[in-house]
């Protein structure tokens, strides 16, 4: 079986030409895609029935992903999808909204997609890192989540801005799955989102991280560091190398060199662990004249034994970076309640939502 949502649209051409077809079959098959969003093959009414029938036999289709359950924030700025793949495989997706600032203007709408099933990486403060690692998920798999949150924002006359690779998973532990799928979102004739709305967030594999800027592609990247020293980033993030701080922003500056893009460090922000002041003056030290910006994200509530440091610990944080000419944002938080937020991905809820799943 070949989810066509997997195919470029240059690989959409050969097929229709290997099957007999013109060459424009491939545009109105990907237009059916990017544009309608069809459950199978029969809902491609362009498409003459003998060539349906020709690839249903084949073994193409369309769509690996179900949506299983849905739950919104209580503002409904937030909303949650857990979609079973077509193993049954349950993963976890996230829309944020954030209002236009212009009187009719429309939302900005991200989608947080998931890339691995579970994580092996085992950061201690994340509800994915204790799920352990499953499986990679396929480029198809990845699009299909933006695919069901297009069709859903379509029905209200809105669309998706951007996506964010920070949902489930370490995008760069599935290198080419991850690249795919950016490459298929991107695509002027696949869903055609610009490159500069796609950011990755990654733990920091450092030779993936090269490779990526090699690509040489305007998706930004997110960095998430931590801690300013070895010491606690290995006791925060497991798999973390003895000099991964250093080797960090080196392959930071390395990647805004090659591609012009700035990279962001992602700080989540712990009680009593990497929230204390003088954390922060070695932090502000570390990242002196490196021109990158750095994302605080207050801790979420998870399973583990970690909380979220209180509010005048996280502005006391902000003030010393910025005393420190550090280029800082604390991250706006967005459906906490409904455990969508950074960190609180995992699909135990399955458990919790037996009742509604059919
Ligand atoms: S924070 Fe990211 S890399 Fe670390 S365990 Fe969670 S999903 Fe994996």
Request: hydrophobic share 35%.
């Amino acid at each position: 079986m070949t989810d066509l949502y997997r195919m470029l649209p240059e690989e959409m051409e050969d097929l229709v030409l290997e099957l007999g077809q013109p060459r424009f079959r491939a545009d109105q098959i990907l237009y059916a895609l990017y544009y309608k969003f069809p459950k199978d093959l029969s809902e491609i009414k362009q498409l003459p029935l003998e060539f349906r029938e020709k690839l249903t036999e084949k073994g193409f289709t369309i769509g690996s992903t179900k949506e299983a359950h849905r739950v919104e924030s209580e503002d409904g700025e937030t909303t949650k999808l857990l979609l079973n793949l077509n193993d049954e495989t349950p993963v976890e997706s996230v829309l944020m909204q954030y209002k236009s600032k212009k009187m009719f203007g429309h939302p900005r709408s991200t989608i947080c997609v998931s890339t691995q099933v579970g994580c092996a990486m085992g950061c201690v403060f994340c509800a994915t890192g204790q799920m352990g690692f499953e499986r990679n998920m396929k480029a198809e798999e990845i699009v299909g989540q933006v695919i069901h949150f297009a069709k859903i924002l379509l029905e209200k006359g809105q669309h998706v801005t951007n996506i964010v690779f920070m949902g489930m998973g370490e995008p760069l532990a599935n290198y080419s799955e991850t690249i795919r799928a950016i490459q298929l979102l991107t695509h002027p004739r696949g869903f055609g989102i610009g490159q500069r709305h796609i950011t990755v967030s990654t733990i920091g594999i450092v030779s993936a991280i090269e490779k990526l800027a090699d690509e040489k592609m305007q998706i930004g990247l997110a960095i998430s560091l931590h801690a300013p020293n070895d010491k606690l980033r290995q006791r925060l993030v497991p798999t973390a190398g003895p000099d991964s701080v250093k080797e960090l922003i080196k392959s930071g500056k390395n990647y805004f060199l090659t591609t012009g893009r700035r990279v962001t460090f992602e700080y989540a922000l712990i009680e009593g662990v990497n929230d204390m002041p003088e954390i922060a003056e070695e932090l502000a030290l570390l990242l002196k004249d490196n021109g990158s910006h750095i994302n605080l994200i207050p801790l979420n509530p998870t399973a583990g034994d970690f909380n979220r440091p209180a509010r005048k610990n996280v502005i006391e944080f902000e003030r010393i970076l910025y005393n420190g000419g550090i280029n800082c944002t604390v991250r706006v938080e967005k459906g906490t309640e409904i455990s969508a937020a950074c960190g609180q991905l995992r699909t135990d809820i399955l458990e919790k939502y037996n009742n509604t799943i059919n």
